[in-house]
């Protein structure tokens, strides 16, 4: 049998062996002992280099848009007067838009966009019945009776809320019109609701309470499809309503078609705080297909609004929406793009 290499039966290696190994053994042990000395021992701090320290401001992403939106509040405005004492039309503009609850949109168009918002009309109030009474509609379109008993039920719980935490300069007009949202009509019961005097009484005592509930300062009124024969109840709405509202310093403003001879834009301009003129439409869901406001016919039907309403009772109403024809050789489909209306006075 060959003799192993590393065999070593008087074991004169191991003593050299085990000298290097506590060798090693000190030395780590020595690395050790320093490193924790100088972890736990404070060194002299480093000189400071020959440069200007940057002074960082740093703040919360949330704390910047905050400031960047109250930068922005109103800048189109000139004076600190409320909207609805500004007398439209004259040196300093103020802007309207609606907002309806049962658009998800709406209400992150009202968030990015309030600051250049001076006054609000939310939909909120529906009638739609000849008895004069209000009804609302949840984010569902689930209808509910707003004043029951005496009561008022709330008809949203976003709107307002965020206004204040934004303090922002918006004066809100909640909005009464005769749309039913679940049929997508106008309703046509408002012809035996405006020829009845106690409908509108009951209607007018509704909607003081309803304006009362969150001190609102006034209503906006968008009644369509009028029968010709309701015209006289309409504009006795009007009278009436107006006086209770501008008998408590509150503020009405009505929703009206241009170039239409069936409305008495003078009294109903005289009875109210502005007349909201829908110049818009001018081709729709049951006309050939064009644009919803030509240049021309816009500007047509505001020449002819001035020579019964006072420059000073105009808004004029702005289509922000389009409309999809398709059309094809046997039938012809028309689907409404977008709904949302701003105004500007």
């Not at 409320?82 to 998800?104: C, F, H, K, Q």
């Not at 304006?211 to 006795?236: T, V, Y």
Request: hydrophobic share 40%.
């Amino acid at each position: 049998m060959a003799k192993s290499i590393f065999y070593d039966p008087e074991r004169k290696r191991w003593g050299r062996l085990r000298i290097l190994f506590s060798v090693l053994g000190a030395i780590i042990s020595a690395l050790v002992l320093f490193f924790i000395v100088t972890v736990f021992v404070q060194a002299d701090p480093l000189p400071h280099v020959l440069m200007k320290e940057q002074k960082r401001s740093l703040r919360a992403i949330k704390e910047i848009e905050h400031r960047r939106r109250t930068k922005a509040k109103n800048t189109h405005r000139k004076t600190k007067a409320s909207p609805s004492e500004v007398v439209l039309n004259t040196d300093e503009g103020i802007r309207a838009a609606y907002y309806v609850n049962w658009d998800a949109a709406s209400f992150v168009s009202l968030k990015e966009y309030y600051p250049q918002i001076d006054l609000l009309f939310p939909e909120w109030l529906h009638m739609l019945t000849a008895d004069g009474h209000l009804q609302g509609f949840d984010y569902l379109t689930h209808p509910f009776t707003v004043i029951e008993n005496g009561s008022v039920h709330s008809t949203d719980d976003r709107v307002m809320p965020f206004l204040r935490s934004e303090k922002a300069e918006v004066e809100v007009f909640p909005l009464i019109n005769n749309f039913d949202p679940v049929r997508k009509t106008w309703d046509a019961s408002i012809g035996a609701f405006l020829d009845n005097p106690e409908a509108r009484q009951n209607f007018r005592s509704q909607l003081m309470l309803f304006l009362r509930s969150d001190n609102f300062k006034g209503a906006a009124l968008d009644f369509e499809e009028i029968p010709l024969k309701s015209q006289p109840g309409f504009l006795a709405l009007i009278q009436e309503l107006g006086q209770d509202l501008h008998s408590r310093g509150l503020r009405l403003y009505v929703n009206v078609p241009v170039s239409d001879k069936d409305y008495d834009y003078a009294r109903l301009a005289a009875a109210s705080d502005g007349l909201v003129l829908m110049n818009y439409d001018q081709h729709q869901v049951t006309s050939r297909p064009g644009p919803v406001a030509a240049q021309d016919w816009f500007t047509a039907n505001l020449k002819d609004a001035v020579k019964d309403i006072p420059k000073t009772k105009i808004i004029c109403a702005i289509g922000s929406y389009g409309y999809d024809w398709a059309v094809s050789s046997k039938t012809k489909k028309i689907v409404n793009v977008d709904t949302n209306n701003v105004q500007e006075a």
